[in-house]
């Protein structure tokens, strides 16, 4: 979980945010996260650290393949769904977990999603 977080949004004329960014400060790096439904921008995403970055020219939501460089080597491409819909992948996870009767997977999730709510939750709370 960030330390700190704070979030500027722009806000349509019915005050919901159309678009925003958002900080996340942890220990020892920041996170920034931009969205926009405001924006005719093409959606893409990078994930950068000392050491190399992971790039994706699609939708975050999408992954349709991604980039990832690390220390200088070169860079390897990826293209993991073997699907026509993006979420097949995540449909067979929750199957398997299911048929195991993984309890342990199902609060990892469960965790997240709290987790990830805390965080939105402090986000629409600390904006300016």
């Given at each position: ?6 979030y ?21 790096f ?32 999408e ?22 819909h ?43």
């Amino acid at each position: 979980m960030p330390k700190k977080i704070s979030y500027a949004a722009n806000r349509g004329w019915n005050g919901v945010d159309t678009s925003g960014l958002v900080t996340l400060e942890y220990e020892n790096f920041l996170a920034q996260c931009v969205a926009a439904k405001d924006s005719a921008s093409p959606s893409f995403f990078s994930i950068q650290g000392d050491a190399g970055y992971i790039y994706s020219s699609s939708p975050p939501n999408e992954l349709t393949s991604f980039e990832l460089a690390l220390n200088g080597r070169e860079v390897e491409k990826f293209s993991l769904n073997k699907f026509s819909h993006r979420m097949i992948h995540e449909f067979i996870n929750f199957g398997e977990i299911f048929e195991r009767g993984d309890y342990s997977a199902v609060e990892r999730g469960l965790k997240t999603s709290l987790d990830v709510m805390k965080v939105l939750d402090a986000a629409k709370s600390n904006h300016f």
